[in-house]
């Protein structure tokens, strides 16, 4: 949750971190609050194996101090470009800011723009740990499963876990010092999106076979292990900050947040509503600044948190002897003593995120392994989505070829939401199905044929009441429109999906780019994007195609009951506007983590990637300028295929990462 500034954890001397090498010295087990939410659960795997799941709960920093300096430093810039850029704005528009961002920037103290910030609001990051556990770790299980426990006293009891015999020893001199956990041997996952949260164990990620999963393949050895040379003992599932159980946005929590920000929905606009309008313009930047900070830069923090509060001790003083200087000695050396994660596993957007990683944390993970997530930060956003564009009709006419019948159904779909002459057809969730909607099922086309196409294909099929002329549509349809657009339940996705791309200053404001593009592309060389006509040509040659993975303007305009709204509409328009956005990548950072520089700067890093040829949301060509030689990412060993689609890591994850292990750790001779 939230929390009030007013009861932020005051600086301490004893029991610190100096977080982030700032000089900002925090009580960090304090302002962690590591929580574990309920008793262990445990799933049964090839029939000798078992599997513990933990569900955990830490408090973050919602500014993480070196990402306010570096934002902040991106402002100044702004400012300073608007102040060359006054005089003459009127002939070099794109060169200047927006008069009300322009206004704003001008009252910001420059200095106080540079000093960090002495609060500290924080945030829930939640996550799920998945570990082995033997006959041997009853007592150690036990201690944990009492459903009265506190969370916090179950942390605890979690975290001290082979506390005596951590060191080796048995109780003597320096026994308790280091963590019963050791980070080599931990899996991080950081999924795709933006904006959802990561499937639960054994729901959406199957743990009954070492087959079932790349989590359970993982955890079960068999050729999967770390830098070293041994077994991963633990996967950590992370919901990414903003979504799952991680203090999730949504349109009511944005109102709890920023009420003055829906002011003006219910409104009529010929009421006089000057003092409103006020109020929604400053909610609307505070919510936009609220926003920027649920990026790639602040994930990839919040994963150290994460990382941190798994493997520190609940108390230092409780199991450390021979007073005080020892006890400091045993701090310091446990700060300096750099302690990656063994490895880290990032799908599409979590690839992103991994890049992020090696761009601006010190001790990134040993092995960084990509699945169809390399971002194309070699290229223009607005280029990106037209390659994208070209990507989505190949999928298009790859699903009809499969399902030709389906040519004419989604024709008399899109004719009947278009009508005039019929009433607007209402979804369960109150929002008006419109064509564009309809269209953007289009979403699930990369997934592997067997399942995306067959899924879109029954709803489809589902879509008439009857097969003559009568245009009524299903209940049963629009149920699943609702259920497949779930876009209602995490606007993060609309809000900020534009915004992974956005790198720094230089990239400037996203300002819809896929949309630009898709009008771009029906008025230039490419008609058969235009709906509007393809539906009314009665021939399967000119099939009506679906959208890709692209968010739009229209989506706040009543397309979605939760992301439309005056305040909703202002607050997407305001961040496609937004071009003060901190860096995500540093080119340099990426390709020393992972080649090093020189006799004395050893790589910091492992890295293979599976980059899928066909992939329709991560351009195949893009991503090749990152990983090409001289590159940043040069130091990734490259698998190229089109035997899988970018679903690869969930239709056959077990077999994906062994050889992306293999790979990374040159034990197979691929690229050959």
Sequence with gaps: MEANKNNTP??????????????????L???????????????????????????????????????????????????VLAEKT???????????????????????????????????RTIDVYFVVIETCSGSDEEFIASISNPSMCPRARADAYL?????????????????????????????????GPGFGCAAPSVGLGLGTSSSSWAAKALSGGGVTNIEGKSFERVVLMDQRGTGKSSPISKRRLEKLFPDLFLLDDVGKE????????????????????????????????????????????????????????????????????????????????????????????????????????????????????????????????????YP????????IVRRLSSSSMPPVKLPSGAVLTARRFLQLGLGLGGSPGSSFANLHSLINSAFLHDDDDDELSGAFLK????????????LYFLLHESIYADGLMSGPTEWAAHSSYEGIIVSTHPEFDYRQTSIIDDHAHPTLFFGEMVFPWMAHGDYAELSGHGMRKLSETLATKRDWSPLYDKLNMRTALLGEGANKPP????????????????????????????????????????????GLRDDGANILSRLVNMAKENVHLPS
């Design 29 to 79: 087990p304090k302002l962690m609050n590591h929580r574990i939410l309920s008793p262990p659960s445990f799933h049964p795997s090839d029939g000798t194996t078992k599997f513990m799941v933990t569900e955990h709960k830490i408090s973050v920093p919602l500014y993480h101090v070196d990402l306010n300096l570096n934002e902040n430093m991106a402002r100044i810039a702004v400012m």
């Design 604 to 647: 910091k890093s492992k890295a293979a990637s599976a980059t899928y040829y066909d992939d329709m949301y991560v351009d195949f060509n893009c991503a090749m300028k990152l990983l090409g030689r001289g590159a940043p990412l040069e130091g990734v060993k490259v698998w190229i295929t089109n035997e899988y689609q970018h679903s």
């Design 86 to 120: 006054d005089e003459d704005a009127k002939k070099r528009k794109r060169n200047s800011v927006t008069t009300e961002n322009n206004n704003s920037i001008k009252a910001l103290d420059r200095k106080a723009l540079l000093r960090p910030p002495m609060d500290v």
């Design 160 to 192: 001290m876990r082979g506390a005596s015999t951590a060191t080796g020893g048995s109780g003597g001199e320096g026994a308790g010092d280091s963590p019963s956990i050791d980070p080599s041997r931990m899996m991080l996952y950081l999924q795709g």
């Design 10 to 27: 005051s600086p301490s001397k004893s029991s610190s971190t100096t977080y982030l090498s700032t000089g900002v010295d925090w009580d």
């Design 480 to 491: 699943r429109i609702d259920h497949e657009q779930s876009f209602d339940d995490a606007p």
């Design 405 to 412: 019948g389906d040519v004419g159904i989604v024709k008399r």
């Design 271 to 402: 009421e006089d509503n000057g003092d409103k309008k006020a109020k929604v313009s400053k909610a609307v930047a505070d919510a936009t600044e609220y926003l920027a900070r649920f990026r790639a830069d602040s994930i990839v923090r919040d994963a150290e948190w994460v990382k941190e509060a798994l493997i520190r001790r609940p108390s230092p003083t409780a199991a450390t002897t021979g007073g005080e200087e020892k006890k400091e000695k045993a701090a310091e050396a446990s700060v300096e003593e750099p302690q990656p994660w063994g490895a880290a596993l990032g799908q599409s957007y979590g690839g992103f995120c991994l890049m992020t990683y090696l761009s601006s944390i010190a001790h990134p993970p040993k092995l960084c392994l990509f699945t169809g997530g390399i971002a194309p930060a070699y290229t223009p956003l607005r280029e990106v989505y037209d390659r994208l564009w070209l990507r989505v009709a190949e999928r298009n006419y790859k699903f009809y070829n499969r």
